[in-house]
């Protein structure tokens, strides 16, 4: 009885034992699989965090594009006033040089001046014959318009 009770004993030791390096196994395995996880790259997440800029990025370039939409939209309407202040300014420069070229001829009062000036400025293609005329010539259109 003693022997089988010391066999008994040494089988529950064994099982003892047994289970404790099973436990510590198992511990140790754990500890290395973290150790594994944690070393690993993170290529899922690299990837749902590069889709993510990807969003972000379309986004930003859809901005871009109607920024860019909006601004020459508004480009257009200032380049249409400008060239309505250019052709203004362009007007305004003919009819001073009108006026200086009618101030030189001679016998020209003021108030012949300024009819002159009034009937050729009505008409742009007059404006640019008067331009081309020689002094006689200019003197007898004046007297026509007058």
């Known amino acids: 009885m003693e022997a089988e009770h010391e066999a008994n004993l040494s089988d529950w030791q064994m099982s003892e034992n047994t289970q404790v390096n ?3 196994t198992e511990v140790e395995y754990e500890a290395d699989f973290q150790l594994q996880v944690l070393h690993l ?3 899922k997440n690299k990837r749902k965090r590069g889709s993510k800029s990807e969003e972000v990025l379309d986004i930003i370039a859809e901005l871009i594009r109607d920024m860019k939409g909006a601004y020459q939209e508004r480009t257009t309407v200032l ?6 202040f250019k052709h203004a300014k ?3 420069e003919r009819k001073i040089k009108l006026m ?3 101030r030189d001829v001679p016998g020209l009062g003021v108030e012949d001046r300024m009819k002159a000036a009034l009937s050729i400025a009505r008409n742009n293609n007059l404006i640019d014959i008067v331009f081309q005329l020689q002094l006689e010539e200019l003197l007898s259109l004046l007297k026509i318009l007058i």
């Open 22 to 24: 099973l436990e510590e």
């Open 90 to 92: 362009e007007r305004v």
């Open 79 to 84: 380049v249409d006033m400008v060239s309505c």
């Open 41 to 43: 790259p993170k290529k």
């Open 100 to 102: 200086a070229l009618l």
